[in-house]
């Protein structure tokens, strides 16, 4: 039996979304080894290596604020200095690398005074209280506060604020009282993200963190990802926090409110509750939204699998027309369109390629309009009365769902975005125990969703999907006979941009969901399927650069594009802190769960069935299907005024 073989990767745009760098670097040889003492604890380091990670190597812990493992080296807090043997000054141990044998002192009287002053300084401009701030008890300042003793303002404290809070965006709250200079939110949004909407004016004690032209934030590009507040050590960046109006909602009793959750938060929700990251609490959360007065609670997934069957039939559509009846203006690559701070990257710094983006809504929006239109019909409830909150990784949800063009009902498909951080404190507010809750299923008429939207929460997990119903679909067979237990592991990794290839070497009979669309599968029959994944709009960035030039993404059929390192799981609305072995563990604990589930393909979720049976009746992108669960979108171009 001929069998798909296993894909074939290209080389990486970017070793990983956190890295920064253009391409694979060459091999080089090793760096040579120092030794060093610190502490009194004699190591050797490879030639280079920062002070702050040859004191890990040891397990000494070093102070940081400025620094963060996700981002480049700025060394401008000064808290991490070191005495280092045979150097006058105090030297900063994550801007200092060790290039010969040396003996550092972490713990002298002098480091310890000069970090408590430190301190002392950043206080000095820090207004605010810290019991009304959202970051009380998960702030790195206050932390670093409490270890070092400072007991009182020593150098005086500011009494009153100095700039306006900015809360203009619909996603992110900027009170530049708080902030303390670190520039991990100016580095995070031009390195790690490429929007470069934060940045530095001033020199010396005048400088401040701006917009271009002091402008709001919702009056300059901004993409609403949120990767910024996930690395902000203060409260100078936070979400916009809606909390207050969901419990108004849950307080109405004229109003059903329902609430969809993502595999993301539910894999990340349990940090906040002192568990180890990715420890999985799905059914527990269950409990606890019942016990808060959610009337119906609803697994995201199962839209997650109605995105798979309808961004397919639009790419199955667009190759025919492409290969087949050779129309040479369609649009590819086509470009998934789940991730809202994606979407949004894209309107503003490629508006041409607007058209590459599939015109499916994100699995949220689709769920929120099955659920004023469907599931109102069967409850027997009106569509105005039915508020549809969503649990989300993403502060750009809160963007999206208030998109005027997400309303094919009537009224929004989601009226609210929570993201993990704001549920977690909604849940803390109510009393409830969160890991020692029992276990609760989802509501009906859903129930549980599949292993495929499961692992949509990961970078490349959506293009996993895709192609597990995509190789059953056209081939015939299962996709174990290709790929052990389904696992399709060539679509998954760390790299910021990666490509694979799936040669097409047999095909079968055009199932009946899709025999409106094709008369047979005869034209794929030979052909190499080429997808790229892509995450962190940095690397967004060097792929559409490389699309432009005629580069090897150029060659695609189909791209997984998600605007936050590791995807989802990296998202602005998680859990803080948030690192990449952290993200790792989230990923692996969907994942795991995927591998769990009995029904593990989109195209075999009894309710996306049920759905195309009884509400889309005309198909996958049929009429009925095009007005509820597709949209469109809008160039908007770099300037805003």
């Not at 809606?242 to 849950?250: G, I, K």
């Not at 938060?265 to 940090?271: D, M, S, V």
């Amino acid at each position: 039996m001929d069998t798909i073989p296993s894909s074939t990767e290209s080389q990486p745009v970017a070793d990983s979304a956190e890295s920064g760098t253009n391409t694979v670097a060459p091999v080089e040889a090793a760096a040579p080894m120092i030794a060093v003492t610190i502490d009194g604890i004699d190591v050797e380091v490879p030639y280079g290596t920062t002070i702050l990670d040859a004191a890990r190597r040891v397990g000494l812990r070093i102070p940081t604020l400025c620094h963060h493992d996700d981002l480049c080296t700025a060394g401008v807090c000064r808290i991490c200095v070191v005495a280092v043997e045979g150097m006058r000054t105090l030297q900063a141990a994550c801007a200092t690398p060790v290039t010969q044998p040396v003996k550092i002192q972490t713990n002298t009287p002098a480091v310890r005074t000069a970090r408590r002053h430190v301190v002392d300084l950043m206080l000095a401009n820090h207004y605010g209280d810290c019991t009304v701030c959202k970051r009380n008890n998960n702030c790195e300042l206050q932390s670093l506060a409490k270890e070092y003793g400072v007991d009182y303002y020593r150098f005086g404290h500011p009494t009153e604020p100095k700039y306006p809070i900015d809360r203009s965006s619909p996603s992110v709250v900027r009170d530049m009282n708080k902030c303390v200079l670190c520039r991990r939110c100016v580095r995070t949004c031009s390195e790690l993200q490429g929007v470069g909407a934060l940045l530095v004016k001033g020199r010396s004690v005048r400088s401040r963190i701006a917009t271009f032209g002091d402008k709001p934030l919702s009056s300059v590009v901004c993409i609403n990802c949120g990767q910024c507040i996930n690395r902000c050590p203060t409260g100078a960046l936070t979400e916009q926090d809606q909390t207050d109006e969901v419990w108004a909602m849950l307080d109405d009793p004229t109003k059903h409110v329902v609430i969809q959750t993502a595999p993301s938060p539910r894999a990340a929700i349990g940090e906040c509750f002192g568990l180890e990251a990715g420890t999985q609490v799905t059914y527990q959360l269950n409990t606890a939204l019942k016990r808060m007065g959610f009337d119906g609670v609803f697994d995201t997934n199962h839209t997650a699998d109605l995105t798979i069957i309808e961004e397919g039939t639009e790419l199955i559509i667009r190759l025919y027309q492409a290969l087949v009846q050779g129309d040479t203006d369609i649009a590819l690559p086509q470009f998934t369109s789940c991730s809202p701070g994606w979407v949004k990257y894209l309107e503003h710094f490629y508006p041409n390629a607007v058209p590459n983006l599939s015109s499916a809504k994100s699995p949220m929006q689709m769920f929120g309009a099955l659920l004023k239109t469907y599931y109102a019909d069967k409850k027997g409830i009106d569509p105005k009365d039915i508020v549809v909150v969503a649990l989300m990784p993403c502060t750009a949800k809160k963007f999206e769902c208030n998109r005027p063009e997400l309303c094919s009902s009537g009224f929004k498909d989601v009226d609210y975005a929570l993201t993990t951080r704001e549920l977690a404190k909604m849940i803390a507010e109510s009393g409830i125990d969160l890991p020692h809750l029992p276990k609760s299923p989802f509501d009906e008429p859903f129930g549980d969703g599949t292993g495929s939207g499961n692992i949509f929460g990961a970078t490349g997990g959506v293009m996993e999907a895709a192609l597990r119903t995509v190789i059953e679909v056209v081939t015939g067979q299962k996709v174990e006979n290709f790929f052990d237990h389904a696992n399709i592991l060539p679509v998954r990794g760390i790299e910021g941009a990666r490509m694979a290839e799936i040669p097409i070497t047999e095909v079968g009979q055009v199932p009946d969901l899709f025999k409106s669309l094709v008369p047979d599968w005869d034209w794929l029959k030979g052909v190499t399927l080429r997808v790229g994944i892509v995450h962190g709009s940095a690397n967004a960035k060097r792929v559409m650069e490389d699309i432009k030039a005629g580069g090897p993404f150029s060659k695609c059929h189909f791209i997984e594009f998600m605007a936050c390192p590791s995807g989802c799981l990296g998202g602005g609305g998680q859990p803080i802190p948030t690192d990449a072995t952290i993200r790792a563990k989230r990923s692996q604990a969907i994942y795991q769960i995927d591998s769990d589930f009995s029904i593990r393909k989109s195209h075999e979720n009894p309710v996306v069935l049920q759905l195309y049976r009884e509400f889309l009746t005309d198909g996958p992108c049929g009429h009925i299907a095009h007005h509820h669960l597709h949209t469109h979108y809008s160039p908007r171009g770099k300037f805003m005024s």
